[in-house]
Nanobody, 119 residues
């Protein structure tokens, strides 16, 4: 069974920083792209950032220059460093991975971690 487990969410003041982590485990043969998505109350889930196995990154315009995605392939782990946080960054953040497992190729999701930016 494949699992993605996020950690690092919490409450932070505007202008503060948080670092999210997501570790994939289970019968994984390979991981292609990994990414972070978020969903605020009453809104659709949106892409935050992605990183390929080769390290190529993409970001939503709203987080460019403030967030940095990175990964350690040997640990099947992806990180999201979030700086200069704003109240509009408040959301549940989900980790996703495009993987090849014993069951074949598929996209897997974590359970989500809450990030709240408030004074």
């Amino acid at each position: 069974q494949v699992q993605l487990v996020e950690s690092g969410g919490g409450l932070v003041q505007p202008g503060g920083s948080l670092r999210l982590s997501c570790a994939a485990s289970g019968s994984i043969f390979s991981i292609n792209a990994m990414g972070w998505y978020r969903q605020a109350p009453g809104k659709q889930r949106e892409l935050v950032a992605t990183v390929t196995g080769g390290g190529r990154t993409t970001y939503a315009d709203s987080v460019k220059g403030r967030f940095t995605i990175s990964r350690v392939n040997a640990k099947n782990t992806v990180y999201l460093q979030m700086n200069s946080l704003k109240p509009e960054d408040t959301a549940v953040y989900y980790c996703s991975g495009s993987m090849v497992t014993m069951r074949g190729r598929g996209d897997y999701w974590g359970q989500g971690t809450q990030v709240t930016v408030s004074s």
